[in-house]
């Protein structure tokens, strides 16, 4: 379990769908970014722009923020960029996505005892995701519901409300009409 909570945390969203990094799947599978990417590259058939793509800038950048738990707001570089000079720690080249498919299909073409291990943990990991998010839906729609019922009961208790206010006013109008000064002969 712990594995896959692990994982999860290296899965983001981007462009509306789940998607990893191939830097992570990289790490996962316990090989290379760049043999994992050349695979793909000698099986480019298999992947479509759906099952993978380059992320931009942009989402780079965002993702590097979730990555460090910053805001978007927060300083988190002087703006003298200083480049590492130890190999592999500046990126040349923006990271590939691939999708919960894309990860599926790399399991065809990374072939080794770690990648088939890996890859069923990180289709576990898509899995549970979709779970919370279903159990998510299912939440937000009974806390809809309920604030529907609620909005019946605040229109049932308002009608109540003015009924009893109706009965009150009558009950005074009543007893200032018995409690008025009587005009004409006193027994």
């Not at 050349?38 to 099986?43: C, M, P, T």
């Not at 399991?107 to 159990?135: P, Y």
Request: zero cysteines; glycine letters at 4%; a positive charge.
């Amino acid at each position: 379990m712990q594995i896959i909570h692990s994982i999860q945390n290296k899965i983001y969203e981007v462009r509306g769908q789940r998607i990893m990094l191939d830097r992570d799947l990289a790490e996962l599978y316990e090989v290379e970014a760049r043999i994992l990417n050349q695979a793909v590259k000698r099986n480019n058939k298999r992947f479509p722009e759906d099952f993978m793509f380059r992320i931009t800038e942009a989402e780079w950048f965002d993702i590097q923020l979730k990555r460090t738990g910053q805001s978007d707001n927060s300083p988190s570089r002087s703006q003298f960029v200083i480049l590492n000079t130890t190999r592999g720690s500046n990126t040349k080249y923006l990271p590939y996505a691939f999708t919960e498919q894309g990860v599926a299909m790399l399991s065809s073409v990374l072939r080794s005892e770690k990648a088939i291990e890996m890859n069923i943990a990180i289709m576990r990991a898509f899995v549970e995701i979709r779970k919370v998010l279903i159990l998510q839906t299912d939440l937000k729609e009974q806390i809809k519901q309920i604030k529907e019922r609620i909005g019946e009961h605040d229109a049932q208790l308002s009608q109540i409300y003015d009924a009893l206010e109706n009965i009150l006013d009558e009950k005074a109008a009543q007893r200032k009409w018995e409690e008025r000064d009587r005009i004409g002969f006193k027994k």
